[in-house]
C-alpha cells in the first residue's frame, strides 16, 4: 500500500463552509480509502492566504521531496495547493520530477495518469500564458510612462495641464491672489506656485 500526504488549507471566513478543513481532510481520507492509498498524514494551514507564508505546506513539500517512503499528495482541488499557476505548476512539476504522485481530487487531476499530463501540460499553457500577458501589461505600462513624462512603471497621476500664463498674468494684474487664481487655470494654488517659481515669476 502506496504512502501518501494530504494538504488542507483555508484563509478566510468565506471559504469556511465550501473549504472547511474537516471537509477537505474527508475528501482526502474518502479518496485513499477508496483507492487503496496509507494516508499518513494530512498538513492543514488554516487562516492563511495562498500569498502568505504557508508553514504546514512548506513542512509537506519538504516531507514528499525527501521522504522516500512517502509517493505522493492528495488534495481536495487545486485551489488549496498554489499561489497561483505558475506556482502551482511549480510546486506539481517538483513532486513529478522524482516520480511522485499529485492528486487533485474534485478536479480529476492524477499525473501518473494520461489524462492527469494532459492536464499538467494545459496548466504549462496556462503559466506561459499569464506569464507572457504581464510582460506585456508591464511593457505597456512603461511605454506609457515614458510619453507622459515619467520614467518608471509606477502608477502615475493624470498628465498635468498646461497653464495659461497669460491669463495668470491677467488675473494678477486685477489684484487677484495666487490661490484665487488657481481655480481659474485648472490647478491647485500649490501646482501653481510651484510652476510660478520654476519660471521665475512668484515675485510678479
Known amino acids: 500500500m502506496e504512502k501518501m500526504l494530504g494538504y488542507c488549507r483555508v484563509s478566510t471566513v468565506k471559504q469556511l463552509n465550501r473549504h472547511s478543513i474537516d471537509a477537505q481532510k474527508e475528501a482526502i481520507s474518502r479518496y485513499c480509502n477508496a483507492h487503496g492509498y496509507d494516508l499518513v498524514h494530512v498538513y492543514s494551514d488554516e487562516g492563511v492566504s495562498a500569498y502568505k507564508e504557508r508553514p504546514e505546506h512548506k513542512k509537506m513539500m519538504e516531507q514528499v521531496l525527501n521522504d522516500e517512503g512517502v509517493k505522493g499528495v492528495v ?47 494545459m496548466l504549462s499553457l496556462i503559466a506561459d500564458y499569464e506569464r507572457a500577458t504581464i510582460l506585456e501589461r508591464m511593457e505597456m505600462g512603461k511605454s506609457y510612462a515614458k510619453i507622459h513624462g515619467t520614467k518608471s512603471g509606477k502608477p502615475m497621476h493624470r498628465p498635468s495641464k498646461k497653464i495659461d500664463w497669460n491669463r495668470v498674468k491677467e488675473l494678477r494684474d486685477l489684484g487677484m491672489s495666487w490661490t484665487k487664481i488657481a481655480p481659474n487655470v485648472g490647478t491647485t494654488a500649490p501646482t501653481l506656485l510651484k510652476h510660478a517659481r520654476k519660471k521665475g515669476i512668484i515675485g510678479y
Open 75 to 121: 488534495v481536495s482541488d487545486l485551489t488549496r495547493f498554489g499561489r497561483n499557476t505558475e506556482d502551482l505548476l511549480h510546486q506539481i512539476k517538483s513532486i513529478d520530477n522524482i516520480g511522485k504522485k499529485f492528486i487533485s481530487i474534485n478536479d480529476n487531476i492524477d499525473i501518473s495518469t494520461k489524462t492527469g499530463r494532459l492536464l499538467l501540460g
